[in-house]
């Protein structure tokens, strides 16, 4: 079963399993990481590769709404998101995140932690706001119950007390939660404008087939952080897919604008540069109606032998080589 979600501090782990809802006030990169880790970990799907196939997770739904009417239980055994009997999600607290823009902007610029964030808004468990003005000393606020946290070196040290008793009337919202509360509501949302892997899988499964979709989601993962502005950034990777199997650019478009991964113009912008770095060609498909479509193709053949692994940094130093 997941665990629930919890802080490594020095002595121990301060866990949120009996919350109904977390606030993180101001956390640096470091703890907002640690706190997003914990979460995505403990919710069910927010890490997945979402490999299943369309009309299973349709019967898991349906099976699962079935069981929640017959008697209120949930059946584990055929939640599609739970083979091995784990947490639904349910359970988990809501983590609410107030942090300074450059934090967020930091913490987010990989890849893999926007689709992780998605996931877990996809799951109503994550809201993220932009704080204007810097805090003393970051907080993390249990249902009310303001906790400072302090970096420890080995571990976060919590001051506060975080043991009252859920849904008291007696806390003092005036020094915490209520406070921040009414910050959060007035506060700029900061929008991720990246799939979760779900959906990214999904997308491409449906509009490719699932072996693109398989491909991406390895290439993806062939290094631990894929930033923006890198050489071979997530929508490289996507035509580097696309080409090695003989995908329609059109379809390829179509998958990435379907799921958010990115606008049409941005498209535009990417193939064009690897076609004129000479990794990227594309042949003419003749159409029963209307003009031919282009299938993509890879345009080095290191680039169609490689390992998916090894991608990645083939692709930095052929852009390198181009543009000498």
């Not at 990169?29 to 997003?36: F, I, K």
């Not at 809201?127 to 970096?151: F, G, H, I, W, Y």
């Not at 998916?308 to 130093?317: A, F, H, K, N």
Request: one cysteine or more; hydrophobic letters at 35%.
């Amino acid at each position: 079963m997941s665990a629930a979600p919890s802080l490594a501090t020095v002595a121990g782990r301060l866990s949120f399993a009996d919350a109904g809802r977390v606030l993180a006030v101001d956390p640096d990169p470091p703890l907002l990481d640690s706190l997003l880790d914990t979460w995505a970990a403990a919710v069910p799907g927010a890490l997945e590769r979402g490999e299943r196939p369309p009309e299973a997770a349709e019967a898991a739904e349906e099976a699962k709404a079935a069981s929640a009417g017959a008697g209120g239980e949930r059946d584990r055994a055929t939640d599609g998101n739970c083979p091995d009997g784990d947490s639904t999600g349910d359970d988990v607290p809501q983590l609410a995140v107030l942090a300074r823009k450059p934090v967020l902007d930091a913490v987010f610029d990989d890849f893999h932690a926007r689709c992780r964030g998605a996931g877990l808004q996809e799951a109503d468990r994550l809201s993220l706001s932009v704080l204007e003005t810097p805090q003393p000393n970051a907080l993390v606020v249990v249902d009310d119950r303001p906790v400072a946290v302090v970096d420890g070196g080995r571990g976060w040290i919590p001051v506060g007390n975080v043991s009252g008793t859920k849904g008291s009337t007696t806390r003092d919202e005036r020094g915490g939660g209520g406070l921040y509360r009414d910050h959060v509501a007035g506060a700029e949302t900061y929008a991720l404008r990246t799939p979760s892997r779900e959906a990214l899988y999904r997308a491409f499964a449906e509009r490719c087939s699932p072996a693109v979709a398989r491909d991406l989601l390895d290439l993806l993962d062939a290094t631990a952080t894929v930033r923006r502005h890198d050489p071979c950034d997530q929508l490289v990777r996507a035509y580097l897919v696309g080409a090695r199997r003989g995908v329609v650019n059109y379809d390829l478009r179509r998958a990435s604008e379907g799921c958010g991964l990115a606008s049409p113009s941005t498209l535009s912008t990417v193939k064009a540069e690897l076609e004129a770095d000479g990794l990227l060609e594309t042949a003419s498909v003749p159409q029963p109606r209307g003009r031919p479509r282009q299938r993509l193709e890879v345009g080095v053949d290191e680039l169609e032998t490689a390992s998916l692994s090894s991608i990645p940094e083939l692709v930095r130093e052929l852009r390198t080589k181009s543009d000498e």
